[in-house]
């Protein structure tokens, strides 16, 4: 014979049960939301580190395939991105400029003197590049890279 005692503690260990499989249930969702958001920003992190690299490797074909490099600088759009010569402080392409810190270095296997007999000018051209990759859901990713392109031109 069954005493009344027990009625319904039955029920109250199921609804235990459920609550604790809810809260693991929660916690999983929870840390698979962060997960995904860390992916994302890592994912827009080296969007706009790449974009700000092919922006390094466009300006060196610019500078070279420039008869006059200080009047080099470039802005290139994509749906919803940019990459540009610059800070990513100023709001447009800047002009690149010689690289004047300090003194351009001889190519590997040729002196400075043998290059100035031979008519060739080194010089150092200070690339900074900048991108920024946009989401609609999240804040811009930014890069910014800079690169010191030393170009090697006969003498006029």
Do not use: C
């Not at 260990?13 to 809260?23: F, N, Q, R, T, W």
Request: glycine share 8%.
């Amino acid at each position: 014979m069954k005493s009344r005692n027990n009625k319904g503690s039955v029920l109250v260990l199921v609804l235990i049960a459920v609550l604790v499989l809810s809260m693991i249930g929660i916690t999983g969702l929870k840390s698979t939301s962060a997960e995904l958001v860390i992916s994302r920003n890592f994912l827009n992190d080296k969007t706009a580190f790449f974009m700000a690299e092919s922006g390094i490797n466009f300006g060196i074909n610019e500078l070279r395939g420039s008869i006059d490099p200080t009047s080099v600088s470039f802005l290139q759009t994509l749906d919803n991105s940019f990459y540009k010569s610059g800070p990513i402080t100023e709001n447009t392409a800047q002009y690149i400029e010689a690289f004047l810190a300090i003194p351009a270095p001889p190519p590997q296997g040729i002196s400075m003197e043998v290059g100035g007999d031979a008519g060739i000018v080194a010089t150092a051209w200070d690339l900074l590049v900048s991108s920024e990759y946009k989401t609609a859901s999240r804040h811009p990713a930014r890069k910014e890279i800079r690169s010191v392109v030393l170009i090697m031109s006969t003498e006029y």
